[in-house]
C-alpha cells in the first residue's frame, strides 16, 4: 500500500492506558517502525523496553513525566524525567502543574518547567508542556503557553487524554498564534481520523499525538488509490 510517511513523521504513536502490557508494547513499536512515525510514547516504566526496539531507527523515544495530573512535586518531575533520558527517552512530555497555573502560581509554575526542561536539554533531549486545554479557559491557556515558552520549554501541548476533553481546532489555533512561530505545538486526545489529523495541522499543530495512529495512515493509502 502507499502510506503517506510525510503523515507519518508527525504522530507521536502513543500507548498511555495503565492496562498495557508488554506485547501491546512491542506491537506500537513495530508499528511505528513499519510507518515510520515521529515517535513511540509511552509511560516511564516502559521506556527502557522502547528504546531497545527502535535503536537504530529513526522513530523517538517519548516518555510522559508527572502523568496525568502535573500535581506532582517537581523535584518528583525531575527525577522521573533523568531515569526517562537514562532508559533512552529522547523526548519528555511532561505535565504542568495545572491547579497551579489555575490558581494565579506563576513562578510555580515557571519554576516547574524551568526544571525539567534543563534536564532535559542537558541530555540533548527536547521537552513537550502538556498544558490540560480542557481545564483551562482562553486566558489561562495563553498564560500556560507564555510560560512555557519562557521556562524554555520546545513544544506546548494540548492534553493528556485522560481527563474531560482533547485537542480542538480552537485551541491548537489559539495556542500556534500566542507562541508564535518559536515552538512547536502538539494536539493530543480525540485524534482518531485522518480529517482529524488534517484539521490540527491547518490549525498551527506540528505534532499529533494519537492511538489511531495505523487507521489512520490507511486513509492516507485510501487517499491516494
Known amino acids: 500500500m502507499n502510506f503517506d510517511r510525510s503523515v507519518a513523521r508527525l504522530i507521536d504513536h502513543t500507548i498511555l492506558k495503565p492496562e498495557a502490557v508488554r506485547d501491546e508494547i512491542l506491537r506500537v513499536c513495530r508499528e511505528a517502525l513499519e510507518f515510520e512515525f515521529a515517535s513511540v510514547c509511552v509511560n516511564p516504566f516502559w521506556a527502557k523496553v522502547v528504546a531497545a526496539e527502535l535503536r537504530g531507527s529513526p522513530v523517538k523515544v517519548c516518555t510522559v513525566t508527572g502523568f496525568p495530573f502535573g500535581a506532582t512535586l517537581t523535584s518528583a518531575k525531575v527525577a522521573e524525567t533523568m531515569g526517562a533520558l537514562r532508559d533512552g527517552s529522547q523526548e519528555i512530555d511532561m505535565v ?4 497551579a497555573l489555575r490558581g494565579g502560581e506563576r513562578e510555580l509554575v515557571r519554576s516547574d518547567i524551568q526544571s525539567v526542561s534543563a534536564a532535559v536539554h542537558a541530555n ?11 481545564l483551562l479557559d482562553d486566558a489561562q491557556k495563553v498564560l ?5 515558552q519562557d521556562a524554555g520549554a520546545d513544544f506546548v501541548k494540548t492534553s493528556t487524554g485522560f481527563s474531560k476533553g482533547g485537542a480542538t481546532v480552537e485551541d491548537v489555533a489559539l495556542m500556534r ?3 508564535g512561530k518559536s515552538m512547536g505545538v502538539k494536539a493530543s486526545g480525540g485524534i482518531r481520523t485522518l480529517a482529524d489529523l488534517k484539521a490540527m495541522v491547518a ?3 506540528d505534532r499529533i499525538g494519537a492511538s489511531a495512529s495505523v487507521g489512520i495512515m490507511h486513509e492516507t493509502a485510501e487517499e491516494t488509490t
Do not use: F
Request: glycine share 12%; proline share 0%; net charge positive.
Open 96 to 99: 504542568m502543574n495545572i491547579g
Open 177 to 179: 498564534r500566542t507562541v
Open 124 to 134: 540533548g533531549a527536547i521537552v513537550k508542556v502538556i498544558i490540560e486545554t480542557a
Open 144 to 148: 500556560a503557553c507564555r510560560i512555557a
Open 203 to 205: 490549525a498551527g499543530a
